[in-house]
């Protein structure tokens, strides 16, 4: 199964805005984003096959005297394991009559060209994490100059990514839910999108259960300790023949018959509320304490009981 930047890569590359214009953005982007230049020619490299060809398919509509070539090139990470092979295709461009129009970067003025360009640089050097993992979605240029461009533009767009230099690369990056379901949305995977809200509306909710289960689970052991303290208590009182009233008698006798409940629901047996019988238990807890410290002293002073 692909991965999900891969998908999202795929139905960005079946994307082709109506207007030229908007088309050569996204295609500066590619190229300024994702080629290495080499004298006077460019060559871009991608591991997806759809960007590839919506490279290829860009320059014919927009340059197409522009000569070019491609190349595949396979190669295994681990040895004789050719189901891990990974292809890499790699689109040459002989750019060199027509490399101003990469600076020309007034084209990219309005807003529908700023988005054209920020597909075209998410196509060239982005990845986004599945909506299941963490939130996170960057575009890694070959050049300072290329990052420096798009953060730009999307600081325009009214969003704030970081910035990092990674090894050879320069990242610009967001890791909020709501700016990476944006930032998709806006340029255009709108298929993408759709699964991103179903798993992050799955995460919320699993969390908010999480939540609600961590919560039952602290209150269960809460009342587990309780209930075993009252019952340490009693047992003191018991052993030491600790004369108490009526109400008070009436609570040990209820924690002695139903040791699991908690005090909420030994309550309800009693026809009493919750807060008084704790009031209760308190009461027997002091008295103990008090049998306790009587009997350390006596102990202390020899005294026999």
């Known amino acids: 199964m692909p991965s999900y930047a891969r998908t999202v890569k795929e139905e960005l590359a079946r994307i082709f805005d109506d207007e030229e214009e908007l088309q050569r953005a996204e295609l500066i982007a590619l190229i300024k984003v994702g080629a290495v230049e080499n004298d006077g020619r460019f ?24 000569k070019r070539e491609v190349a595949a090139t396979v190669t295994y990470p681990v040895k004789n394991k050719k189901s891990l092979r990974r292809t890499r295709y790699t689109v040459r461009i002989f750019f060199s009559r027509y490399a101003e129009d990469l600076n020309s970067l007034e084209i990219i003025e309005d807003d529908f060209a700023k988005v054209s360009y920020l597909r075209g640089a998410f196509l060239a050097g982005g990845t986004v994490n599945k909506p299941e993992k963490q939130y996170y979605l960057e575009i890694a240029s070959l050049s300072e100059s290329a990052a420096t461009f798009v953060n730009e533009i999307w600081q325009a767009l009214e969003f704030n990514p970081t ?27 709108e298929e993408s999108v759709e699964r991103f809200q179903i798993a992050r509306n ?52 209820a924690r ?11 309550a309800e047996k009693l026809f009493i509320t919750k807060q008084g019988l704790n009031y209760r ?5 002091e008295i103990a304490e008090k049998t306790l410290r009587q009997i350390n002293l006596k102990a202390e002073l020899g005294i026999k009981s």
């Open 43 to 66: 060559d871009f490299t991608t591991s997806n096959a759809a960007t590839a060809r919506k490279v290829i398919t860009l320059l014919k509509k927009i340059y197409p005297d522009v």
């Open 163 to 189: 910035f990092r230099r990674r090894k050879e690369f320069f990242v610009n990056y967001i890791c909020e839910g709501d700016a990476v379901e944006e930032f998709i949305g806006m340029i255009g995977a």
């Open 202 to 253: 799955f995460k919320e909710i699993r969390a908010n259960v999480n939540r609600l289960v961590n919560v039952e689970t602290f209150n269960l052991n809460r009342a587990i300790e309780a209930a075993k303290r009252q019952l340490e208590d009693i047992k003191i009182l018991q052993e030491n023949n600790v004369k108490l009233n009526k109400d008070l008698k009436l609570a040990i006798k």
């Open 256 to 266: 002695l018959t139903f040791p699991e409940y908690t005090v909420g629901e030994l």
């Open 281 to 285: 238990f308190t009461k027997i807890h």
